[in-house]
């Protein structure tokens, strides 16, 4: 089973500044098979890429992904309030696992 | 548009079991997988199996394994996840959630106190 660590656990930036999220997994990836959500209080996950670098449907260009082996990365350019979230990176596979999230706060 | 939509919240006691189901809409039924992901209060996502409504074959995630069961009807395209011998640690949000991630239900909190 891969498991995958994310850093840093919070991240505090200010409107318009650049968020770089990491994620390594214990072992190589296969077939690129990590996706990124996000998750506002209260609310379910949503997925935001897969693939490690496909952004899903309707989701902004602002959000990018990328990495292979086993360090991977999200990238939100340009921050705004409504990326206050916490975020997590998924191996999907015939299991899945998840990291444990990063946090980040907008100044 | 796919939609899954979960059953009500339930407070149920230790060692007690609990049944929770997501009924799908916009789609197949059979053509993909549903996943089972629970969230403790403050805490990450934790996977924990998925079923096949096709073939009702399922996979568990090991620590699940004596205490989940995966079933589905395909008749009401509904999907249920029971687990057992309920312990206060296993209060948390249950999601069920589609093959690729893209759509998940609206959880169902499950609180176990005595």
């Known amino acids: 089973e891969i498991v995958l660590t994310q850093s840093p656990g919070t991240l505090s930036l200010s409107p318009g500044e650049r968020a770089t999220l990491s994620c390594r997994a214990s072992q190589s990836v296969r077939n690129n098979y990590l996706a990124w959500y996000q998750q506002r209080p209260g609310q379910a996950p949503r997925l935001l890429i897969n693939?490690?670098?496909s952004r899903a449907s309707g989701i902004p260009d602002r959000f990018s992904g990328s990495g292979s082996g086993t360090d991977f990365t999200l990238t939100i350019s340009r921050l705004g309030p409504e990326d206050a979230a916490v975020y997590y990176c998924?191996?999907?596979?015939?299991?899945?696992?998840f990291g444990q999230g990063t946090k980040v706060e907008i100044k | 548009q796919t939609q899954l939509v979960q059953s009500g919240a339930e407070v149920m006691k230790p060692g007690a079991s609990v049944k929770v189901s997501c009924k799908a809409s916009?789609?197949?039924?059979?053509?993909?997988?549903i996943h089972w992901v629970r969230q403790a209060p403050g805490q990450g996502l934790e996977w924990m199996g998925w079923i096949n409504p096709r073939t009702d074959d399922t996979k568990s995630a090991q620590k699940f394994q004596d205490r989940v069961t995966m079933t589905s009807d395909t008749i009401t395209s509904t999907a249920y996840l029971q687990v057992s011998r309920l312990r206060s640690d296993d209060t948390a949000v249950y999601y069920c959630?589609?093959?690729?991630?893209?759509?998940w239900g609206q959880g169902t909190l499950v609180t176990v106190s005595s």
């Open positions: 959630v589609d093959n690729w991630g893209n759509y």
């Open positions: 693939g490690t670098s």
């Open positions: 998924q191996h999907y596979d015939t299991l899945w696992t």
């Open positions: 916009g789609y197949t039924f059979t053509d993909y997988y």
